[in-house]
T-cell receptor
Framework: DGGITQSPKYLFRKEGQNVTLSCEQNLNHDAMYWYRQDPGQGLRLIYYSQIVNDFQKGDIAEGYSVSREKKESFPLTVTSAQKNPTAFYLC?????????????FGQGTRLTVV | QKEVEQDPGPLSVPEGAIVSLNCTYSNSAFQYFMWYRQYSRKGPELLMYTYSSGNKEDGRFTAQVDKSSKYISLFIRDSQPSDSATYLCAMESGGYQKVTFGTGTKLQVIP
């Protein structure tokens, strides 16, 4: 089945630690995105990538890093510099090449700082 | 002012009612308009998208866009308890621009 897979579903992080969230898609999509969702704030864009080996900062990139070494994979690292990392993180993909209207989302990773 | 405004609700309706969900926007460059449905603790799924003013129908769902008023709506006919979810509007100006999401409206359909 084609789709987008995020792992893990739940993640706990200690203060000062970096953690990496996984996102894999087998839809052959060029574009991939990371969003953060907080209650009452909707989806906010962290990073996006329109093509392999290229990515751009979104609206709230501080404290996060990404890589796009393969078309299928777009991992997100939440660094210790992110002051308030507890949130629901969503990865998405779309055809790209200017056709971003149909984005497919993963099931999300809920990150909690303990 | 946010680029996209959406009433967070919650909106509670009886089963079988017609539901109207709305968003307003300020960026006149937006050309593509989407509605996503998100169940609790799940990722959003695309319900409908449109790029022109007017109505687009898909089963019990109708998306309406009024570009002159910068206003979009999603109508759900014969609402079912399974429609209970958060509905997110989203907009894009085309090309390689990012998608801007509303904050979502939580809908509860009561049996």
């Amino acid at each position: 089945d084609g789709g987008i897979t995020q792992s893990p579903k739940y993640l706990f992080r200690k203060e000062g630690q970096n953690v990496t969230l996984s996102c894999e898609q087998n839809l052959n999509h060029d574009a991939m995105y990371w969003y953060r969702q907080d209650p009452g704030q909707g989806l906010r864009l962290i990073y996006y990538s329109q093509i392999v080996n290229d990515f751009q900062k979104g609206d709230i990139a501080e404290g996060y890093s990404v890589s796009r070494e393969k078309k299928e994979s777009f991992p997100l690292t939440v660094t210790s510099a992110q002051k308030n990392p507890t949130a629901f993180y969503l990865c998405a993909s779309s055809l790209g090449q200017g056709r971003n209207t149909e984005a497919f989302f993963g099931q999300g990773t809920r990150l909690t700082v303990v | 002012q946010k680029e996209v405004e959406q009433d967070p609700g919650p909106l509670s309706v009886p089963e079988g009612a017609i539901v109207s969900l709305n968003c307003t926007y300020s960026n006149s460059a937006f050309q593509y308009f989407m509605w996503y449905r998100q169940y609790s603790r799940k990722g959003p799924e695309l319900l409908m998208y449109t790029y022109s003013s007017g109505n687009k129908e898909d089963g019990r769902f109708t998306a309406q866009v009024d570009k002159s008023s910068k206003y979009i709506s999603l109508f759900i006919r014969d609402s079912q308890p399974s429609d209970s979810a958060t509905y997110l509007c989203a907009m894009e100006s085309g090309g390689y621009q990012k998608v801007t999401f509303g904050t979502g409206t939580k809908l509860q359909v009561i049996p």
